[in-house]
Each structure stands twice: as C-alpha cells, then as structure tokens.
C-alpha cells in the first residue's frame, strides 16, 4: 500500500456494507482481513475518525467479501494520507462540557437495526464516545433520535 494514492476520508459513505455484497474471500485472504480488523481496532483508541467504518468491517469478521476487503484498504490509504491526524491533548483548553448525539435509522441492510452514537467533549477535548447498533428493530426515525439522546444524555 506505500506507492498507492491516500484518501481523504476513511471511507465512502454512499457504499452500504452488507453480507452479500460480492465473493467471498479465499482462505488466505480472509485470514489477513482478520488480523487487519484487530489491528484497527486497537488503532481506534488513538484515531477515532475510522471508529465507524472499523466496527462495521468487524461485524464480517468471519465471513469477509471483496467489498469488504476494498473498503479496509480505503482505511489504510485515508491512514497513509493523515499520519498526523490523532487525539491531541491540550492544556489550554476551557473547561465546557457537551455532548453530541446522532442516528442512522435502518442503516444496516441484514438486520434492519438502526445504529446510535454520542461523543462528549470537555472543553475541545473527547472524552467519550459510543456508536451502537440498537438491539431492536424501531419503528419511526423519531424513536431512534430518542434513543440517541437518551444515551447521550446518560453518558454526560
């Protein structure tokens, strides 16, 4: 992937992953993609712009397709173009506490199941942050945002 051409966002967010999207990956490809999931996932801690898009590559841990295998070299390139784009910690900054929520009603194709997420900042700095797939399938985008910000209030 060094002589490849970097990305400028993890991933494209028109494309939606699902299960059947493509073939299936060899043996020996599968298993790269495994190890791939695991070392982005521990890389979250410090970048979590590719938070989203890892934790859906990782629901196809077992069963990963093509599709999936060129969305997680998406991620590599948008890591080979922003080395320096990481969680920075500052000391000056003001000491406000908010919070963010958002939704994605019936986003994911396989299950029908809507994906919730907060961040909570404290002054410019992330303290918190959750994306989740709801363990309900809801009926109305209203009662996701409620969900949402539900949580997002329990967290703050």
Same mark, same amino acid.
């Given at each position: 992937m060094l002589? #490849?051409?970097?990305?400028?966002? /993890?991933?494209?967010?028109?494309?939606?992953?699902?299960?059947? #999207?493509?073939?299936p990956l060899s043996t020996e490809y599968a298993s790269s993609y495994r190890r791939l999931i695991g070392r982005l996932i521990y890389l979250?801690?410090?970048? /979590?712009?590719i938070t989203y898009v890892v934790q859906q590559l990782s629901q196809f841990f077992y069963d990963p397709t093509t599709d999936h295998r060129q969305a997680i070299f @998406?991620?590599? @390139?948008?890591?080979? =173009?922003? /080395?320096?784009? @990481?969680?920075?910690?500052?000391?000056?900054?003001?000491i406000h506490l908010k919070g963010f929520s958002d939704l994605d009603w019936v986003d994911f194709l396989d299950t029908k199941r809507s994906i919730? =997420?907060?961040?909570?900042?404290?002054?410019?700095?992330?303290? #918190?942050?959750?994306?989740?797939?709801?363990?309900?399938?809801? =009926? #109305?985008?209203?009662?996701?945002?409620?969900?949402?910000?539900?949580?997002?209030?329990?967290?703050?």
């Open positions: 002589s #490849s051409k970097s990305a400028s966002t /993890p991933c494209d967010y028109t494309t939606k992953l699902h299960q059947h #999207s493509w073939s979250t801690n410090t970048r /979590p712009a @998406r991620i590599l @390139r948008y890591l080979k =173009g922003t /080395p320096g784009a @990481r969680i920075f910690l500052s000391v000056s900054s003001t919730t =997420g907060y961040a909570v900042y404290l002054g410019n700095l992330l303290i #918190s942050w959750k994306y989740k797939k709801q363990a309900t399938i809801s =009926g #109305s985008s209203l009662e996701v945002g409620y969900q949402a910000l539900v949580s997002a209030t329990c967290e703050l």
